[in-house]
């Protein structure tokens, strides 16, 4: 179990990274405006990460919502359930679920 986080350092955790550094960041303002919460914070970020990733592997911008249906469909968010914990840091719950 790792030690629980202030949401605002939950935030700042996500939306710093080399996507999002210096650049308007559409996630901290959904988020800023949204009451669902760390966890769907945490697995958005998730889902953004996998978005690039997954874009550059096929060399096209997947989009959002085929993002998301390959995240449900290849199993990552049934992943993401089992493995989330509170205060879990963004880059290690990813990992972990990208880990096969």
Do not use: P
Not at 11 to 23: A, H, M, Q, S
Not at 77 to 87: M, N, R, S
Request: with cysteine.
């Amino acid at each position: 179990m790792t030690a629980t986080r202030t949401h605002r350092e939950i935030i700042e955790d996500v939306c710093c990274d080399e996507n999002c550094e210096g650049k308007y960041c559409i996630l901290k303002e959904i988020v800023l405006l949204s009451d669902r919460g760390d966890r769907f914070l945490e697995q958005t970020k998730c889902v953004e990460r996998f978005k690039y990733e997954r874009s550059n592997l096929l060399g096209r911008d997947i989009g959002w919502e085929e993002a998301h249906k390959i995240w449900i469909q290849e199993g990552f968010a049934q992943k993401f359930a089992e493995l989330y914990e509170d205060g879990m840091k963004n880059g290690h719950i990813y990992k972990l679920i990208m880990q096969r």
